[in-house]
């Protein structure tokens, strides 16, 4: 009798504890699944195996014609990190881009799609960040050719409700908001991606030490795109990184951070890829 009854209470706290995600919890797992801030953040030692003892510490170098950047380290450390700036600096950068003395980052940082993240989800991203071990490690300034601006991205000029985002196509588009998709998926003409005529048409090269990585159109078109792929193949390629065709794909698109998303927001990110419009 006092077993049942203690399993009974047992039951009930755990499905409450799991819909009290703390606002640390929420950011850990936006920052490390959808969001990939690792996947420029974090360095990678030999094989491109992230170092996990230095998470978002700083991370990739990109050597442009327009700038030459390295992802900056976001730890709390307070000399080389983000530990002196204040969550309304952290929350501006995330959304506009500035940092604390007015110099705008260059727009790989995906801050364009971060706009209009809900304000919970901003808070909690902060809060993860600011919870994180401080890690020494101080990353080159950065050096700026020419001034240039983010492609506004049309979907997250958006504002959106939490209770927008119980339809599942609605959570999808806003997960692959601030999953970026489109910075890698869509192509780019003079410096700038071509999200109204061209949104997932891929086609962009992208160099590394994989090689070069060719990235694949994800729109519904039947011929060059996902048309002919079910649910299932398509939630493979992101979680798993196989391709529709059964191809192992590379890098740097990051097959593993997804691959710890709920099966709810997997869900609702493949129905969002099914609905995009096709483009040949
Ligand atoms: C596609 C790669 C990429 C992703 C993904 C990315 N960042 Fe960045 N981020 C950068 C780069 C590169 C810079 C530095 C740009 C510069 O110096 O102009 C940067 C700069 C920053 C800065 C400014 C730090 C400083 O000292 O100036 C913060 C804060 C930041 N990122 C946080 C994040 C967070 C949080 C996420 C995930 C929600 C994220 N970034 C995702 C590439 C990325
Ligand atoms: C940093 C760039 C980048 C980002 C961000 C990115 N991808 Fe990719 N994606 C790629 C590359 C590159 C490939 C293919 C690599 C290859 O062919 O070896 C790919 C492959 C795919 C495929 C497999 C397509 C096929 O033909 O089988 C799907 C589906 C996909 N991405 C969806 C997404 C979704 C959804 C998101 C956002 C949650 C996303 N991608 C974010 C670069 C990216």
């Known amino acids: 009798m006092r077993v049942g009854i203690l399993g009974v209470v047992a039951i009930v706290v755990s499905v409450s504890a799991a819909l009290a995600q703390t606002p640390v919890q929420r950011g850990e797992y936006l920052v490390n699944t959808i969001m990939t801030c690792g996947n420029c953040h974090t360095p990678k030692g030999p094989g491109g195996v992230p170092q996990n003892d230095k998470l978002l510490s700083g991370g990739l170098r990109f050597d442009e014609p327009v700038f030459d950047v390295t992802a900056s380290n976001i730890t709390p450390d307070k000399e080389t990190g983000i530990g002196s700036w204040s969550e309304r600096d952290i929350k501006i950068l995330l959304t506009t881009g500035i940092r604390p003395d007015g110099v705008q980052v260059a727009p790989i940082m995906p ?31 950065p050096i700026y050719k020419v001034a240039i601006q983010a492609t506004p991205y049309p979907d997250a000029q958006k504002l959106l409700t939490e209770s927008d ?29 071509l999200y109204d005529t061209a949104l997932g048409k891929g086609g962009m090269e992208i160099p590394g030490p994989w090689g070069v990585s060719v990235v694949p159109n994800i729109t519904s078109s039947k011929t060059a795109g996902l048309g002919n792929a079910d649910a299932a193949t398509i939630k493979r390629a992101i979680t798993q990184g196989i391709g529709k065709d059964g191809r192992k794909l590379k890098p740097p698109m990051d097959y593993a951070a997804y691959a710890k998303m709920t099966d709810q927001d997997l869900d609702a990110l493949v129905t969002w890829v099914r609905s995009l419009p096709p483009k040949d």
């Open 111 to 141: 801050f364009a799609f971060y706009k209009n993240m809900l304000p919970r989800d901003l808070d909690a991203v902060v809060a993860y960040l600011k919870s994180t071990p401080a890690v020494k490690n101080q990353v080159p300034a």
């Open 165 to 193: 985002l119980r339809d599942p196509l609605a959570r999808g588009r806003y997960l692959a908001t601030i999953g970026h998709c489109m910075e890698c998926h869509t192509p780019m003409e003079k410096g700038h991606h």
